[in-house]
């Protein structure tokens, strides 16, 4: 059974009772944004794996944010909206790695 399943709260546009589907050698990520990217795509990517995305949603206390709920470990760069990076995160298995680039949104 899967648990990568984010549930619509009673808030608008938020999630809540987000679960992350890590153990083994899958991890997860946390990007951290400002309320400007709501909605947008945020894309990782490795070497040795095709890209994937997240989409920023508001999460509780006004947190905006995209969350990778299942990634391979491995090191992935982290890809604004516009294709520039952000930077690179290791993702190790069974760990929750968190990414704040609100200080870095032009």
């Known amino acids: 059974m899967r648990s990568d399943t984010a549930l619509p709260s009673s808030r608008s546009g938020g999630l809540d009772g987000l679960l992350l589907d890590i153990g ?14 709501e909605d947008r795509e945020i894309e990782v990517s490795t070497s040795a794996r095709p890209r994937v995305h997240a989409v920023v949603h508001e999460h509780r206390s006004n947190i905006f944010a ?3 709920v299942e990634l391979p470990a491995g090191v992935y760069s982290v890809l ?6 952000w930077a690179e995160v290791t993702i190790a298995g069974g760990d929750v790695q968190e990414l704040d680039v609100r200080t870095a949104v032009s």
């Not at 083994?24 to 990217?37: C, E, F, K, N, S």
């Not at 604004?80 to 990076?85: A, E, K, Q, T, V």
């Open 80 to 85: 604004r909206p516009d294709g520039g990076r």
């Open 24 to 37: 083994g050698d899958v991890g997860a990520l946390i990007v951290t944004t400002d309320p400007t990217l």
């Open 66 to 68: 995209a969350v990778f």
